[in-house]
C-alpha cells in the first residue's frame, strides 16, 4: 500500500553557484554523493535532481528539513546508473514509524530543471 507520495522541481541553474561552495556541498550531500558528483564533473542536472529526489523524500515522509538532516537521504547508484534512496537516522526512523518496506524514485532532467518524485510503499499497520 502506498503510505506516501512526494514531488519535487527545481530550477537547475540556481543550484550551479551553490555547488562552488564547499560548505554547501557538505551541509546537503554525504561524501558518496559529493564523490559521485566530482566524477560527472559537478554537472548541476545531475547535482539538481539529486536535490530534487531529497525534498520529494522529505515530502512523501512528511517531514521537511526542519526535522530531517539532508545527509538524512542519500542517493546512490546502480552498476546502470539506476538512483536508489538510503535512508539515514531520523529520516530510517520515519519510515519504519510508517511501517515502510520500499522507496521507490525516480529523476528527469533537462537543461534548465530537475523534477523528482518519490512514492513510499509500506504494511498496514493491522498487518504488521
Not at 538532516?69 to 546502480?78: G, V
Request: with cysteine; aromatic share 8%.
Amino acid at each position: 500500500m502506498i503510505i506516501g507520495i512526494g514531488t519535487d522541481i527545481l530550477d537547475s541553474p540556481r543550484l550551479s553557484l551553490l555547488l562552488l561552495r564547499d560548505s554547501f556541498l557538505k551541509k546537503v550531500y554525504t561524501q558518496d554523493e559529493i564523490e559521485y558528483l566530482k566524477a560527472h564533473k559537478m554537472n548541476q542536472s545531475t547535482a539538481a535532481g539529486m536535490f530534487s529526489v531529497k525534498e520529494a523524500v522529505a515530502k512523501a515522509l512528511g517531514r521537511g528539513f526542519d526535522y530531517l538532516s539532508w545527509k538524512d537521504i542519500e542517493i546512490t547508484h546502480d552498476e546502470y546508473g539506476r538512483p536508489h534512496t538510503v535512508l539515514h537516522g531520523k529520516a530510517q526512523e520515519l519510515f519504519k514509524s510508517l511501517n515502510g518496506t520500499n522507496v521507490h524514485i525516480s529523476i528527469s532532467h533537462v537543461r534548465f530543471a530537475a523534477v523528482a518524485q518519490c512514492i513510499l510503499e509500506g504494511r498496514d499497520s493491522a498487518d504488521c
